[in-house]
T-cell receptor
């Protein structure tokens, strides 16, 4: 059974720092891995989607990597800003007929001004 | 264009009552998912619809939960005889067609509180 874990559960950094959020999954048989952002009381905003054949994806100050063999993905945020404060969730797409997403429990990020 | 919409945004109900939650997927999207986000449980899959195929109900927590999708578009999640542990945010997502490469787009969710 696929399990997705995110470390750390919470992170507080001063504005301007570069930071890395970690995501690990137990079963390397995934179709892709997706990173989301969730603001308090809001839905999910997709940040980056990495297909299983890819190693990384970049969007602006965000870079996500995927290493299927080790069951790990990282989300790198460069030059963090207070507006980056949110909960970040990673999700692995199950290799079954439903293609459902298996979510980690999230990392709650606070960027201090 | 319009994204996934859900209604109501908030619902407070008394224990034992039935509730219906609605999801309008992105126009043309054939795949639709329901997920639940509750404190201490994280975000979990409930049910999946794809076109006219039989839904994957493997994530529904009990027989009090059911869902239907009419005309391949709008979906309704029904919870009968609600319990306090049903309190959660219910999220709906859709994608353009079945296939592992397709991204799921999420709605804003319905926050359900059972008193």
């Amino acid at each position: 059974k696929q399990e997705v874990t995110q470390i750390p559960a919470a992170l507080s950094v001063p504005e301007g720092e570069n930071l890395v959020l970690n995501c690990s999954f137990t079963d390397s048989a995934i179709y892709n891995l997706q990173w989301f952002r969730q603001d308090p009381g809001k839905g999910l905003t997709s940040l980056l989607l990495i297909q299983s054949s890819q190693r990384e994806q970049t969007s602006g100050r965000l870079n996500a990597s995927l290493d299927k063999s080790s069951g790990r993905s990282t989300l790198y945020i460069a030059a963090s800003q207070p507006g980056d404060s949110a909960t970040y969730l990673c999700a692995a797409k199950a290799m079954d007929s439903s293609y459902k997403l298996i979510f980690g429990s999230g990392t709650r990020l606070l960027v201090r001004p | 264009g319009a994204g996934v919409s859900q209604s109501p945004s908030n619902k407070v109900t008394e224990k034992g009552k039935d509730v219906e939650l609605r999801c309008d997927p992105i126009s043309g999207h054939t795949a639709l998912y329901w997920y639940r986000q509750s404190l201490g449980q994280g975000l979990e899959f409930l049910i999946y619809f794809q076109g006219n195929s039989a839904p994957d109900k493997s994530g529904l927590p009990s027989d009090r939960f059911s869902a239907e999708r009419t005309g391949g578009s709008v979906s309704t999640l029904t919870i009968q005889r609600t319990q306090q542990e049903d309190s959660a945010v219910y999220l709906c997502a859709s994608s353009s067609k079945q296939g592992p490469q397709r991204e799921q787009y999420f709605g804003p969710g319905t926050r359900l509180t059972v008193t």
